[in-house]
């Protein structure tokens, strides 16, 4: 991928992302609706995938037939929220590796600390796609990229639902080797953190918790 931030405008994108964004939209809708984007997404993520041939008989003729080249994907969820976009990736990649990434903010120094970091073998020779659906100050994730890139990941993308300007400026800042796929740019960060106009806190509204 070649751009740094891409917004994927698609209208299935952008109609399940309101419906979302209401308050009143119920755990299980915003569930399934994050599962259907997130295979959205995806799909526009891997278009650049690398690509070889083999061949194959099909019923009426031998032929040369393109397929994935090299090592399954590595998809890395970011916990706990990056498991709602994780679960529809899979349905999309199937043979996918996965691995998850744990990191919690630590009061004193509000630095990111990790607590869980689990990921594929051979992360160096897979594309790794890094998931997340809300990019806010982007310190979590631009830490998370670290633990990838010090695990030998070079392929990084990152995907996530929504972002903020800021998240934005600050994975470009640690990280302008890696692509950012979205389906909105929103306003801003509020005080608490929270993307504005956003849905809320992600983790929360899938997991109907509080
Ligand atoms: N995380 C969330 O879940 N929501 C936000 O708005 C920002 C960070």
Redesign the pocket.
């Known amino acids: 991928m070649s751009q740094h931030l891409t917004v994927v405008q698609h209208p299935l994108i952008q109609h399940k992302l309101t419906i979302m964004r209401c308050s009143d939209t119920s755990t299980a809708v915003f569930r399934q609706l994050l599962r259907e984007i997130s295979q959205l997404l995806a799909y526009e993520m891997t278009r650049d995938l690398p690509m070889t041939s083999t061949v194959i008989d099909t019923p009426v003729a031998e032929m040369e037939a393109p397929t994935l080249a090299g090592r399954k994907l590595a998809l890395i969820s970011i916990l706990r ?1 990056g498991n709602g976009l994780l679960d529809g990736m899979l349905d999309l990649i199937p043979s996918a590796r996965v691995g998850f990434v744990g990191l919690y903010r630590d009061e004193e120094t509000l630095k990111p600390v990790q607590y869980y970091f689990k990921v594929p073998a051979a992360l160096d020779k897979r594309v790794v796609i890094a998931v997340d ?2 990019l ?1 100050t982007g310190n979590s994730s631009a830490a998370a990229v670290d633990l990838l890139k010090e695990a030998g990941a070079k392929d990084i993308r990152f995907l996530c639902l929504l972002a903020a300007p800021e998240g934005v400026a600050r994975m470009k800042e640690a990280h302008p080797d890696v692509p950012v796929v979205t389906a909105a740019l929103d306003e801003r960060l509020n005080e608490l ?3 504005v106009p ?6 929360d509204r899938m997991f109907g918790t509080k």
């Open positions: 929220a659906p809300m806010a953190g929270y993307i956003g849905l809320g806190d992600a983790g």
